[in-house]
């Protein structure tokens, strides 16, 4: 039995928490244990300790009271183990940096399918990120900007380093398993190496680390 995904929605609007609820209805893998509509009830919650912390949040910015880059900061203080999915209409840039920055798990916009959100979850709860595919490109061509003032030694292999670039350009790791003709669990072992030798915990950080460090320019 597959383990059970317990989540969160943190979503102003009851018609989309409505059909939030009715996708997650029809996956046997994940249960939405409780949704809110703004974040002050949902940090209230989360700061009290008797109930059990949720493996995911999905969480909107645009709130009424508190937003959600700043609830994100008190959810990391609340339930740090929790991982958070940023989910949206806001394709600005400022909010995707500050919510990479503060520690998002993932971003994806509203206009994803159903599916991809479900594989979003799935992808996060099991040590990756979930990113919109514009907002990964948007994520690596701020970086490609700054070049490093620094060079390091690349500990990733040839294959390590092609696994990240396509994780780089947003796809998910059934995608890179299919463009690099490998099996998802290869890729899946690939990745874990990876945050192993970029001490990292998820792929925004890892990208990140490999543009700091250069190993995208040479």
Do not use: C
């Not at 979850?121 to 690596?140: E, H, Q, W």
């Not at 796809?171 to 003709?181: D, P, T």
């Amino acid at each position: 039995m597959e383990k059970q995904i317990k989540l969160i929605l943190i979503e102003d609007s009851p018609a989309y928490r409505n059909v939030i609820k009715r996708t997650l209805e029809g996956e046997p893998d994940i249960t939405l244990i409780q949704q809110y509509g703004t974040a002050e009830i949902a940090l209230r919650n989360l700061q009290d300790r008797s109930h059990d912390a949720p493996d995911i949040i999905l969480l909107d910015l645009n709130l009424p009271g508190m937003n959600g880059l700043d609830a994100l900061h008190w959810i990391n203080e609340y339930t740090p183990k929790t991982k958070t999915i940023i989910l949206t209409q806001s394709n600005q840039e400022a909010d995707i940096l500050h919510a990479i920055s503060k520690g998002a798990a993932g971003y994806l916009l509203k206009s994803n399918t159903l599916d991809q959100l479900t594989e979003g979850i799935r992808t996060v709860m099991n040590g990756g990120a979930s990113l919109d595919p514009t907002v990964a490109k948007y994520i690596i061509g701020t970086m490609k900007k700054n070049t490093p003032s620094i060079s390091h030694e690349n500990p990733l292999s040839e294959r390590e380093m092609e696994v990240l670039t396509l994780i780089s350009e947003g796809l998910q790791k059934k995608e890179v398993a299919q463009q690099l003709r490998i099996s998802p669990r290869t890729v899946a072992a690939h990745v874990e190496k990876i945050y192993e030798k970029l001490d990292v915990t998820n792929a925004p950080a890892a990208v990140n680390r490999a543009h700091e460090r250069g190993f995208f320019h040479r």
